[in-house]
């Protein structure tokens, strides 16, 4: 071999090695800026559905530390697993929040937000993020029923009965859940007069009248051939 080809060998050889280089660097650099720091690769729209979905994981904690506190052995158990709870809500609220400050258009992260407000005795403010998740989706039916169990807190009988309708239209499951709601909040509440009590309770049975006809209705759509 050569002088001539062994310096060509190690020309060639060296080039090919300066290539591999620049295109190892160049990859290294596709996720930089031009000033040298690494760009986040996520959209506002994706940074905030991972906030969101942080946010349910708080909600399920929450939600368990709850459950936990209704089966606990004494009151000083209850108290502690119902503070932890109420802890989890808010660190909910914090990650909802940060969502819809990232993309306004995130209906269900408000509608998160207005659940995890309402959990922590902040209706008023719930029903508001209720009211902003459903002008972005009306059809986000969730929202519907959440809308409903805070109003009906609030003794807001009127603009509760609408939600229901909304859910008896539209999803049957979501309305059933709701009237449960409200069949709660009457064993344990007052309304603010006798006469509302009573019409609302001739209201609910009519409703649950028609929830059944209309069950039944659905049901033998389904089992006929």
């Given amino acids: 071999m050569t002088k001539t080809t062994v310096k060509t060998l190690l020309f060639a050889t060296l080039a090919t090695l300066l290539f591999c280089v620049n295109s190892s660097f160049a990859d290294g650099r596709a996720g930089m800026s031009t000033l040298g720091y690494y760009k986040d690769p996520y959209s506002d729209e994706e940074r905030s559905r991972r906030l969101y979905e942080e946010g349910l994981k708080h909600k399920a904690k929450a939600e368990n530390r709850a459950e936990r506190a209704d089966t606990a052995k004494n009151t000083k158990e209850e108290n502690r697993l119902r503070?932890?709870?109420?802890?989890?809500?808010?660190?909910?609220?914090?990650?909802?929040?940060?969502?819809?400050?990232?993309?306004?258009?995130?209906?269900?992260?408000?509608?998160?937000?207005?659940?995890?407000?309402?959990?922590?005795?902040?209706?008023?403010?719930?029903?508001?993020?209720?009211?902003?998740?459903?002008?972005?989706?009306?059809?986000?039916?969730?929202?519907?029923?959440?809308?409903?169990?805070?109003?009906?807190?609030?003794?807001?009988?009127?603009?509760?009965?609408?939600?229901?309708?909304?859910?008896?239209?539209?999803?049957?499951?979501?309305?059933?859940?709701?009237?449960?709601?409200?069949?709660?909040?009457?064993?344990?509440?007052?309304?603010?007069?006798?006469q509302e009590k009573e019409e609302f309770i001739e209201w609910l049975a009519r409703r649950k009248s028609l929830a059944k006809i209309a069950s039944g209705l659905t049901n033998r759509s389904k089992n006929s051939p």
């Fill in 83 to 194: 503070k932890k709870a109420m802890k989890e809500y808010q660190k909910a609220v914090e990650k909802q929040t940060k969502a819809i400050k990232l993309d306004q258009e995130n209906y269900k992260a408000f509608s998160e937000l207005g659940y995890a407000l309402e959990k922590k005795g902040e209706a008023r403010k719930a029903i508001g993020a209720y009211n902003f998740s459903l002008r972005i989706n009306p059809r986000y039916y969730l929202a519907w029923r959440y809308r409903g169990e805070a109003l009906i807190k609030l003794g807001l009988i009127k603009d509760a009965k609408e939600s229901y309708m909304v859910l008896f239209k539209n999803d049957q499951d979501l309305a059933a859940q709701l009237m449960s709601s409200f069949d709660e909040w009457l064993a344990q509440s007052e309304a603010s007069g006798h």
